[in-house]
C-alpha cells in the first residue's frame, strides 16, 4: 500500500495583495497537495512562525516547509525576519525564497550571506512572475527533500 500524498504548508509574507493573488493563482499550477498561508508584515510572520497571538491555534500545526518571502514589508522588514528566522534553532532549517522587487545588490548579498535559500527579483511582467513562482513550486514542492517534520501526511 503507497503512502498517502505529501502535503505541504506555504507561507507567504508580502504585503502586496496583487502579488499574493498571483503567486496563489500560479500554486494551483503545481501538482502537490498543499495549502498556502498569507502574512501581510514582518511582525504577522514571525507571529505565525512562534504561534503567538492570533496564530496560537497552530500550537500543534506543522512548521511550514516553505517561507517566501518579500524584503520590502512594513513593521518588521523582510530582512530583519529571515535574520531572526535563521538565527533560531527551531526555524532555521525552513527554506526561505526571497520574493522581492529589489534588484539592490547589497540585498541579494546580505539575504544569502543570512541563510536565504535563493534570491528571485519580481518580475515586471504578469506572465515572467507567474512562471517564476510556478518553477519556485516545481523546484521546492516536486524535486527538492524538504524536513521530514513540515510535511503532514494527507
Avoid: C, F
Wanted: net charge negative.
Amino acid at each position: 500500500m503507497g503512502e498517502s500524498p505529501k502535503s505541504i504548508t506555504i507561507l507567504m509574507a508580502d504585503d502586496d495583495s496583487d502579488d499574493r493573488l498571483l503567486v496563489r493563482e500560479a500554486l494551483e499550477n503545481v501538482d502537490i497537495p498543499h495549502q498556502l498561508d498569507v502574512v501581510t508584515d514582518g511582525e504577522m510572520l514571525m507571529d505565525y512562525l512562534y504561534r503567538r497571538g492570533s496564530y496560537q491555534h497552530l500550537q500543534n500545526a506543522a512548521l511550514p516547509s516553505l517561507i517566501l518571502l518579500d524584503l520590502k514589508m512594513p513593521k518588521k522588514t523582510g530582512m530583519e525576519a529571515l535574520k531572526e528566522i535563521k538565527a533560531d534553532p527551531h526555524l532555521r532549517r525552513i527554506p526561505i525564497v526571497i520574493l522581492t522587487t529589489s534588484e539592490t545588490e547589497g540585498d541579494v548579498y546580505k539575504s544569502y550571506d543570512i541563510g536565504a535559500s535563493s534570491y528571485i527579483t519580481k518580475s515586471v511582467t504578469l506572465t515572467s512572475l507567474v512562471e517564476a513562482v510556478e518553477e519556485i513550486g516545481r523546484y521546492w514542492l516536486e524535486i527538492v527533500e524538504l524536513p521530514p517534520d513540515s510535511i503532514k501526511r494527507s
